[in-house]
């Protein structure tokens, strides 16, 4: 985990996954004072609303934290710029291949890049046109997930690229033992999303977080594509009336395909903005009926609201106590 720390500038190599809503000022801060890594979700943010959150999240710590901004953002470039005037040490780039130039320009102004990547083929490709971490995030992740589970894409990634470069493993990972075992394979850290979303940090709705305490891992179910000209990322949420309106959200979006009303990228926009609205019903104001519960399948041992400190240090004592039995 050292390198992972000395990448990240933080006592434990534990990110914090960007979470729309969740993942602001308040839960960030906690995240890196806990000496884990916080990370902004830009989601849907305009450059301006970006600017105060950086700023707020500045105003309650003084440790290292990241930004994750998506690639299909219209305003990406002026996203990444409002990151080069706070000086943000870390950039994650996430939801596709990051568009030309948009390393670059994190990497001119003194940033670290990080990235996701579906293939090794792809993960090899950026590591070459200049990210400088990887995050490997399997199927058992919240929100929007690729089609392979962790611990295949981490078998598969880990041999190949750990050695030279700084991995982090996430999807699925909710104990310390599981984080010594990805250690153990070489990974720098561990990114962890679902963990944190209920801390006594985060700004969730307390209906938001019974919802999680209540959950098994089987309730967190990915949603299905409707239309396979609408390339619509997988998104694992907790099931409820919300997950049903999303396949309606798909046909709507996809009629308009058929009429010609839109193009296919302001149709994946469509799609995206219909999540940063469920996902504000279900986290902001309490509609855990109608509203978004992303999770991942390890919310089943979400079970208590905690500060974000004792989160990180129950975690440690596990990862340890599992790397001394062996």
């Known amino acids: 985990m050292a390198r992972g720390c000395a990448f990240l500038g933080s006592e434990t190599a534990i990110l914090c996954g960007a979470m729309s809503w969740v993942s602001e000022r308040n839960l960030v801060a906690a995240m890196s004072n806990a000496g884990g890594f916080?990370?902004?979700?830009?989601?849907?943010?305009?450059?301006?609303?970006?600017?105060?959150?950086?700023?707020?999240?500045?105003?309650?710590?003084d440790k290292p934290f990241g930004v994750?901004?998506?690639?299909?953002?219209?305003?990406?470039?002026?996203?990444?710029?409002?990151?080069?005037?706070?000086g943000v040490s870390h950039v994650v780039l996430a939801g596709g291949i990051p568009p030309k130039g948009s390393i670059d320009a994190i990497k001119a102004f003194g940033a670290k890049?990080?990235?996701?990547?579906?293939?090794?083929?792809?993960?090899?490709?950026?590591?070459?046109?200049?990210?400088?971490?990887?995050?490997?995030?399997?199927?058992?992740?919240?929100?929007?997930?690729?089609?392979?589970?962790?611990?295949?894409?981490?078998?598969?990634?880990?041999?190949?690229?750990?050695?030279?470069?700084?991995?982090?493993?996430?999807?699925?990972?909710?104990?310390?033992?599981?984080?010594?075992?990805?250690?153990e394979m070489g990974a720098a850290?561990?990114?962890?999303?679902?963990?944190?979303?209920c801390a006594s940090e985060s700004i969730a709705h307390p209906n938001?977080?019974?919802?999680?305490?209540?959950?098994?891992?089987?309730?967190?179910?990915?949603?299905?594509?409707?239309?396979?000209?609408?390339?619509v990322?997988?998104?694992?949420?907790?099931?409820?009336?919300?997950?049903?309106?999303?396949?309606?959200?798909?046909?709507?979006?996809?009629?308009?395909?058929?009429q010609g009303s839109v193009e296919m990228a302001e149709a994946q926009l469509q799609i995206e903005r219909y999540w940063a609205g469920a996902l504000r019903r279900a986290v902001v104001d309490g509609d855990i009926e109608n509203g978004s519960l992303m999770a991942g399948q390890s919310v089943g041992m979400v079970t208590q609201e905690e500060p974000v400190v004792d989160i990180i240090a129950r975690l440690m004592r596990e990862s340890e106590a599992a790397l001394t039995r062996r």
Not at 38 to 54: K, Q, R
Not at 189 to 197: E, H, L, R, W
Not at 208 to 231: C, G, H, M, N
Not at 235 to 248: H, I, P, Y
């Open 208 to 231: 938001f977080k019974k919802a999680f305490f209540r959950a098994k891992a089987r309730d967190a179910e990915a949603s299905v594509q409707i239309d396979t000209r609408l390339p």
């Open 113 to 183: 890049v990080i990235v996701f990547a579906p293939t090794l083929a792809l993960a090899k490709k950026q590591f070459r046109g200049g990210a400088d971490a990887l995050v490997i995030e399997g199927s058992e992740a919240g929100g929007h997930i690729g089609p392979i589970s962790t611990s295949v894409l981490a078998q598969e990634f880990l041999p190949e690229l750990a050695a030279e470069h700084v991995v982090f493993v996430a999807g699925g990972i909710g104990r310390g033992d599981m984080i010594a075992a990805y250690l």
């Open 233 to 258: 990322i997988p998104v694992r949420a907790l099931k409820n009336k919300g997950t049903d309106e999303f396949a309606s959200k798909q046909r709507e979006v996809a009629l308009l395909l058929d």
């Open 38 to 61: 916080g990370v902004i979700a830009c989601g849907a943010m305009t450059p301006e609303l970006l600017d105060a959150e950086i700023a707020g999240t500045k105003a309650l710590t």
């Open 189 to 197: 850290g561990v990114q962890m999303g679902t963990a944190f979303a």
């Open 68 to 86: 994750n901004l998506i690639t299909m953002h219209p305003d990406l470039f002026d996203l990444i710029g409002v990151c080069e005037k706070h």
